[in-house]
């Protein structure tokens, strides 16, 4: 049996070719893929099997654990290995593949910590920020405004207001902290940026304007881009998200 990755993978769809696979080797091949969910189909004379990162995984455990296809082994576990999902930034990396992160999210608006720049509500906080790291938390998120249906918008000053002292504490008393910010206005993402080189930027419009992606060449960080169907994803962050990945 011969065994190759074919095409271009990603985490959701990685295929594999058995080629010169004989009788026994097939009735294994489609009793595992059968158990692992993953996809097998008979393409040119060769068997092609579409896994998902779960699938191959829980492919290779079953091989080892019933010692089919010993000699392949290794070459399976390349390919899982060169398929892994791991999301970097500066300070940061995350290997998503089997183990998600958990992010504690900080709501720096009145409903939440009211008045963040009072010293009894930043201790709050940083309580907050602690337990939440102990118990395996890998990003703090802060939010200075509420994004929910219908919300009431503020003015960026207000928001940045809140959230400027939180995040110098935050960054005193815990400075390895993975640290994201969730706002909708570059005025608040400059800022965040500039003063404080905060790790990761959530956008909730998903960077919908020019001025943020401008604010994101400049400085970098890692982002979270949601589609939350309110508004369409701005084309060229796409454009330029493309560039980043292809250089």
């Known amino acids: 049996m011969i065994v190759s990755e074919v095409g271009e993978s990603d985490y959701t769809k990685i295929l594999v070719q058995f080629s010169d696979v004989n009788h026994k080797e097939l009735l294994e091949l489609k009793f595992l893929v059968k158990k692992v969910g993953a996809r097998i189909e008979k393409v040119n004379g060769c068997w092609l099997v579409s896994f998902n990162l779960t699938e191959i995984d829980f492919f290779i455990n079953e091989c080892e654990k019933l010692n089919y296809f010993v000699n392949n082994i290794e070459i399976l576990e390349k390919i899982f290995q060169e398929n892994r999902l791991v999301w970097k930034g500066r300070n940061f990396s995350f290997d998503l593949t089997k183990k998600p992160i958990i992010v504690s999210i900080v709501n720096c608006t009145p409903d939440s910590f009211y008045n963040s720049n009072n010293h009894n509500e930043i201790s709050k906080i940083l309580h907050k920020v602690e337990k939440d790291l102990v118990q395996g938390a890998s990003v703090i998120e802060l939010g200075g405004k509420s994004v929910r249906p219908g919300f009431k918008d503020i003015s960026p000053e207000v928001e940045w207001m809140r959230l400027t002292h939180v995040i110098e504490n935050i960054k005193k008393y815990f400075p390895n902290t993975v640290l994201s910010v969730d706002t909708d206005n570059a005025y608040v993402m400059m800022y965040a940026l500039k ?23 400049d400085f970098q960080p890692s982002l979270v881009v949601m589609n939350n169907g309110r508004k369409k994803i701005e084309f060229r962050l796409l454009i330029f998200l493309n560039i980043l990945v292809t250089n």
């Open 195 to 217: 003063e404080y080189q905060v790790d990761i930027i959530n956008d909730v419009t998903g960077f919908d304007n020019s001025k943020k992606i401008e604010i994101i060449k």
